[in-house]
């Protein structure tokens, strides 16, 4: 019996130690960053693997934000505009040049041209329900081609709905180059068709009912064709045509 027991040699058991998180050549950062350090064999630095960061969207949403407030402002603005057309009816005012005489043009010693032209406007309102205050440093002035010949001050004052002025208007100037421009102006004159320019800036406030705006600016511009230039008498307006617009 006792020859037959075997005795098997003891095998030892091998232990498992725990695997390591982090492998050997790498090491943590304090903010858990893994950071592989590459074995001096591999050559190179210390490759750092950084977590990704999250893009925010705040520029992207400040812009889509201002985008929409300007379509609604703009929106805003369009209903205001239409409500005003539709319930006030806007127009444009009309003038017109009734009467036109020269009381002096002549040649200075300093061969500047002097003149002075007095003219009758007529200033009409057509709207029913608007109000035009004309506000102090109109300017109407006459040209030919180029050059200003005279201007004055358009008065101040307020002209109601549909309601017609006439203003009468001195005009006095002195312009440089005169005896090149008179000898032009006496040259037309023997064909009997004199082109003039008379030119209107007009600062005006619009009163809506009971509302008063802020200024805006009438600008216009009447192309005249006289008969003559001679001083003391009347003048014909052999053509007009007037065209104005508003300025904000």
Not at 27 to 49: C, D, M, N, Y
Not at 60 to 75: E, H, N, P, Q, Y
Not at 220 to 238: E, F, H, P, Q, Y
Request: glycine share 8%.
């Amino acid at each position: 019996m006792a020859d037959n027991q075997r005795i098997h040699p003891a095998v030892p058991v091998a232990t498992s130690a725990t695997a390591p998180l982090v492998p050997p050549s790498s090491s943590v950062s304090e903010k858990g960053t893994q950071v592989h350090r590459a074995s001096p064999l591999q050559g190179g630095g210390p490759v750092i693997f950084a977590k990704p960061r999250k893009r925010k969207g705040c520029c992207c949403r400040l812009l889509c934000g201002l985008i929409s407030l300007l379509l609604l402002i703009l929106i805003l603005i369009g209903i205001v505009a239409a409500v005003i057309y539709f319930v006030f009816q806007p127009k444009l005012p009309q003038y017109s040049v009734d009467r036109l005489q020269i009381s002096a043009l002549r040649l200075n010693f300093d061969l500047t041209l002097y003149a002075q032209f007095d003219v009758k406007i007529t200033a009409t309102n057509p709207n029913k329900k608007i109000g035009i205050y004309y506000e102090k440093g109109g300017r109407l002035s006459v040209w030919y081609s180029n050059d200003k010949l005279c201007e004055g001050s358009l008065p101040r004052f307020y002209q109601g709905h549909q309601n017609t002025t006439r203003l009468d208007i001195t005009l006095t100037g002195q312009s440089e180059s005169g005896s090149t421009i008179m000898a032009a102006l006496q040259q037309q004159q023997q064909t009997g068709q004199i082109p003039l320019d008379l030119k209107v800036d007009a600062p005006v406030s619009v009163e809506l009912g009971t509302m008063k705006l802020r200024k805006v600016k009438i600008l216009g511009r009447c192309s005249l064709v006289v008969d003559s230039l001679s001083t003391n008498s009347m003048i014909s307006i052999k053509a007009s045509n007037c065209s104005f617009g508003m300025k904000l």
